[in-house]
């Protein structure tokens, strides 16, 4: 709550929306479904104001997760599905595999197994390209290691003849 009032007194407005969500965040985890919401719905207006369709996702999957586990499925579904709409839209892995977890667990509780199976195999899907594009990326952080490593030996060499021979 400390970030929330730097941030209300800053001109951020994308750090705005996140300390919101954040809040609501935690208040979720808490269980606090009922304040989780209020602080949901306050960084989705200004995620609205400043059209940032990834913060937009994000806050509506909460969203859903929090109706969802509170028992109120049409609710969750209608978020479910207005922030998986926007994962797509904007194609984001992370929230789409996110919403669609959310929306297999609704569809399981429905008995709507089809639809289960699909978000749960699309949740497998992005998880796993999330996960390959991080090993990815450490992979190529060990290559240029080794290539920095090898290079600094080498003029680490290169340097010891030098001041053996100015020595001599």
Known sequence: KKSLKVRQNGDGKEGLGNTLNNIGKTYYRQKQ?????VYFDKSLAVYKTINSK?????????????????????KAKEYGLKGFSVAKEINYPEYLKRSANLLSKIYQKENKWHEAFEMQNLYVQMRDSIDNEKIKKNLLKQEVQYAYDKQKALDDKEHEKELAVSEQ
Not at 33 to 37: E, K, N, P
Not at 54 to 74: C, Q, R
């Open 33 to 37: 479904y009922d304040t989780a919401l």
């Open 54 to 74: 990834a913060g937009f996702a994000a806050v509506l999957n909460n969203i859903g997760l929090a109706y969802f586990d509170s028992g109120k499925l049409d």
